[in-house]
């Protein structure tokens, strides 16, 4: 029998903020020049485990309610831009792709 693995994320709700992380990112660290992606350092801010179908909901409710998305890794960024039909291209640091969007 084939054993479908339901896909995870961390991600967590703050105030005017959503956050979410390709699970096999948080506790890692990476630089490209100057710039650092600490996601050892800084996992809490991307929170618990969160399954996809939460993650959509919540990716909705932000974007309608102009919240701002800090977005971390290739899964992530692929599920954002699909669900939002998000077209920015996310920077890239050590080929983790950082999708921000801002509503001010």
């Known amino acids: 029998m084939l054993r479908i693995e339901k896909q995870m994320f961390f991600a ?9 992380c390709d699970k096999n990112l948080i506790g890692k660290k990476f630089k490209q020049g100057e710039t650092v992606l600490n996601l050892n350092e800084h ?38 831009s699909n669900v939002l039909n998000l077209k920015s291209k996310p920077l890239l640091i050590e080929d983790i792709p950082v999708l921000q969007v801002y509503f001010v």
């Open 12 to 20: 967590k709700k703050h105030f005017k903020i959503l956050a979410v």
């Open 43 to 80: 996992s809490s801010f991307y929170g618990e485990e969160v399954e996809e179908k939460v993650i959509k909901q919540w990716l909705e409710e932000a974007f309608t309610q102009k919240h701002s998305l800090n977005i971390v890794g290739k899964k992530s960024v692929d599920l954002a």
